[in-house]
């Protein structure tokens, strides 16, 4: 055990370890006691930056289209099953309303990579929902887009951007997608995010088919030198018609040790406790919380169009209810654990309370 807590100190004191360090540590992570130390670690520091409060946002998922065809996803393009749909802006700014008057102050916009949604369309978006709304903040998950795109959006008024990387190794980024993705374009697309200036966030699954420790010590690797404002880790939760059907899902405790073992390793970093956690494993978001986030990403979208943003199986048991359902029960959760919803935008840097 010694050795392992002396590979926390230096995780936290130089925020990166080596390949075999990693690599320790994730054998280590089968350890209940090692996890839950690592967890108390990890709350600390969160505790320390953000006091006791938690960052919100309201995900309106506006399109399931998308022209791409990622192996583990329940929208890909080949999924013939999926019943289609794209909310028009009248619609996205309804959700932003009823958000809004439940005290969300950050929208996240997400789609497939649904090219009807031009950049121009987007960006007269993203001013319409700064217009209304000037006191909040807008982040875009809407894939790869060409550099120039994204500097539309962001003097648009876009504040945040969500990429995940999904694997920073290109053997395993080929096994999850086709081989018109690549992880040098993902890359290329992640740091002119970066540059340009969007709070960035970054990320990947626990468990996804091929990855192996050595995988997920390039992720973390990937991460500590990237140095994202936000990341998310979630776990792989199969799709029933994705070529993935079969395969396991990615085991929820390592996920949990995994956002430890980030908070350690960036302790600013935005974390969120994701929806997928939510999914495998019960009170997974508080348990996430617990292990050292410090965001909770609510869908807020039209109750009839979330069954059918189904990325993988089972998701939309996660959020259950409308906005303001959502908003008092995630209330009620985190008071039983000590903590409150922060009403304010949540930037990279800000304090919680
Ligand atoms: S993960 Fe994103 S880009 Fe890939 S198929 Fe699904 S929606 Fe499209």
Redesign the pocket.
Known sequence: MEKLLQLLEELHAKGALDTSAWCTLFAAGNNEAFRAVAAEKARKLTLERFGNGVFVRGIVEFSNY?V???L??G???SNKKTERYRLDEKEILECCETGYAYGFRTFVLQS??DRFWSTEKLCALVKNIKTQFPDCAVTLSV?ELPEEDYRQLFAAGADRYLLRHESASSEHFSMIHPANQTLATRLECLSALKEIGFQTGCGFMVGTPGQTVEHLACDMAFISSFKPQMVGIGPFIPHCDTPFADAPCGNGELTLFLLSLCRIMLPDVLLPATTALGTLLPDGRMQGILAGANVVMPNISPMEIRSKYT?YNNKNSADPGTAGVLHSELQKQLSLIGRQIVIGRGDYGDRAC
Do not use: K
């Open positions: 998308c791409n065809d990622c583990y996803c929208i890909r393009r497939g990579e894939g990325l």
